[in-house]
């Protein structure tokens, strides 16, 4: 197998490196000019709702080519490519999460999307739908995160076995393709703190929120991040997670790697639709 096809879980994040090309959506694609540049984006559907999918690193917008098009069935999605991902334009920018969350915020207006939004984030894209919510708590009705990343997971992991974690932390790095280079450089000593910077550190919105948890077990693990004691650590640190919010639940899988919505589409359909029920039942109660 070719090693760039693999997922890998770079500590606190997930690398899907090198499977980034265009392949084909299932939503006609359209380029959205945002200022000076045109990204790579899949519109369909309508309803109350917006549904905005953040991809993991490395990834664009086709990866939720098995979720987006059954959820535009009573919601309004949106999937898109960030900078420099499938074929929306690079940008000069340092690729920081707080630079692409703002990125996101232009795209919004360049394409008149309206709130309520859902957030929908795999992996690195998990912080970046964090980020967005945390920016604009007002327009944030929940958040669906598929084996997101956690700033934790880095110190957990050198603190279950420094020598092990640094071993992947080497193998990983000879990994990432040239083009990802900077933001991976960029990325990775802010994840290596545990926590986030100022002003990506506050107090998310109190939204209906699920968490999806692959606690796949593996025979023999390639990586230390494969390993029981890693995945049990992820799978707790999900759970920490959602104990900020009074409507938040976790589904755990053992049939799925990282990308869950390629491998069960119909796990993060359901979650979606549950976040999506419950901001109704919440609106419904704020009108009583």
């Not at 392949?23 to 000019?33: K, V």
Request: net charge positive; hydrophobic share 45%; proline share 7%.
């Amino acid at each position: 197998m070719n090693r760039f096809r693999r997922p890998l879980i770079l500590a606190a994040i997930v690398l899907v490196c090198g499977a980034v090309a265009r392949t084909g959506a299932s939503a006609p694609e359209e380029r959205i000019a945002v200022g000076a540049w045109q990204v790579q984006a899949a519109e369909q559907g309508s309803g109350r709702y917006t549904v905005i999918f953040e991809s993991g690193f490395g990834t664009g917008l086709d990866t939720w080519r098995k979720v987006a098009p059954e959820l535009s069935k009573s919601a309004h999605v949106m999937s898109y490519s960030r900078a420099g991902h499938g074929s929306s334009d690079p940008r000069p920018e340092p690729r920081s999460i707080l630079q692409s969350s703002r990125e996101l915020d232009q795209l919004v207006a360049a394409a008149g999307l309206k709130p309520p939004f859902i957030l929908v984030g795999h992996s690195y894209g998990g912080l970046l739908a964090r980020a967005f919510a945390l920016r604009h708590p007002g327009q944030v009705a929940g958040l669906v995160l598929v084996d997101p990343a956690d700033e934790r997971f880095n110190p957990g992991l050198r603190r279950l076995d420094a020598r092990r974690a640094a071993d992947d932390d080497r193998q990983f790095d000879a990994l990432v393709p040239a083009r990802f280079r900077a933001e991976y450089d960029a990325l990775k000593p802010v994840l290596d703190q545990g926590a986030l910077p100022p002003p990506l550190d506050g107090k998310l919105p109190d939204v209906p929120v699920v968490v999806l948890t692959s606690v796949q077990q593996f025979d023999k693990p390639e990586f230390f991040l494969q390993s029981v004691e890693a995945v049990a650590l992820k799978r707790d640190l999900h759970a920490d997670f959602l104990r900020q919010f009074s409507e938040g639940s976790q589904v755990l899988t053992l049939k799925s790697g990282h990308n869950i919505q390629k491998e069960e589409p119909e796990l993060v359909i359901a979650a979606v639709n549950k976040v999506i029920a419950a901001a109704s039942r919440r609106a419904a109660q704020d009108k009583l």
